[in-house]
T-cell receptor, first 111, second 114 residues
Framework: KQEVTQIPAALSVPEGENLVLNCSFT??????LQWFRQDPGKGLTSLLL?????REQTSGRLNASLDKSSGRSTLYIAASQPGDSATYLC??????????FGTGTRLTVIP | SAVISQKPSRDICQRGTSLTIQCQVD?????MFWYRQQPGQSLTLIAT?????????ESGFVIDKFPISRPNLTFSTLTVSNMSPEDSSIYLC???????????FGQGTRLTVV
């Protein structure tokens, strides 16, 4: 069964810093990997989707990379802002409808 | 991207009662998914709801506890029945778009059972 791990579980950085969140998965046979943002007690907002044939995707200050063979993805956030404070989840899609989620990294950006 | 409206956003319920959560999508979708997120945990799939057929439940979830309706291609409900404090979680509905590749979620329902 696919297992998804996110490290670190929590991260605090001062405003303006660049940071990297990590996601690893045990089975490299994935269709895609998706990064989400979740604010406390709320739903998930899709940030970036990387297909299995892609190496990276960018959206504004966010850049996500995928190394399928090693089972790793990173989410790079440039010039962090207090509004970036949230929990970031990665999820891998392994079948038609199967999404496996990590437990998330709780990010706090300190003004 | 899909816009998913989920109601209620939160509720506090007495044990032994039931709560029905509604999920409305702004476009027609074949499948809708219901997830549970227990405190401090990640998301777990409860069931997949197809229009016109019974929902497909994941291991550990049963229809008597989590009955699901899917009356049309844009709407679904999840009922949490005979609630106990262990049911306190965030419940989320989700759809796949972009040829079934990208997942979108509703705002979630934060349920507290007292």
């Amino acid at each position: 069964k696919q297992e998804v791990t996110q490290i670190p579980a929590a991260l605090s950085v001062p405003e303006g810093e660049n940071l990297v969140l990590n996601c690893s998965f045990t089975d490299s046979a994935i269709y895609n990997l998706q990064w989400f943002r979740q604010d406390p007690g709320k739903g998930l907002t899709s940030l970036l989707l990387i297909q299995s044939s892609q190496r990276e995707q960018t959206s504004g200050r966010l850049n996500a990379s995928l190394d399928k063979s090693s089972g790793r993805s990173t989410l790079y956030i440039a010039a962090s802002q207090p509004g970036d404070s949230a929990t970031y989840l990665c999820a891998v899609k392994t079948g038609a409808n199967n999404l496996f989620f990590g437990t998330g990294t709780r990010l706090t950006v300190i003004p | 991207s899909a816009v998913i409206s989920q109601k209620p956003s939160r509720d506090i319920c007495q044990r032994g009662t039931s709560l029905t959560i509604q999920c409305q999508v702004d476009s027609q979708v074949t499948m809708m998914f219901w997830y549970r997120q227990q405190p401090g945990q990640s998301l777990t799939l409860i069931a997949t709801a197809n229009q016109g057929s019974e929902a497909t439940y994941e291991s550990g979830f049963v229809i008597d506890k989590f009955p699901i309706s899917r009356p049309n291609l844009t709407f679904s409900t999840l009922t949490v029945s005979n609630m106990s404090p262990e049911d306190s979680s965030i419940y989320l509905c989700s759809v796949l778009q972009g040829g079934g590749t990208e997942a979108f979620f509703g705002q979630g329902t934060r349920l507290t059972v007292v």
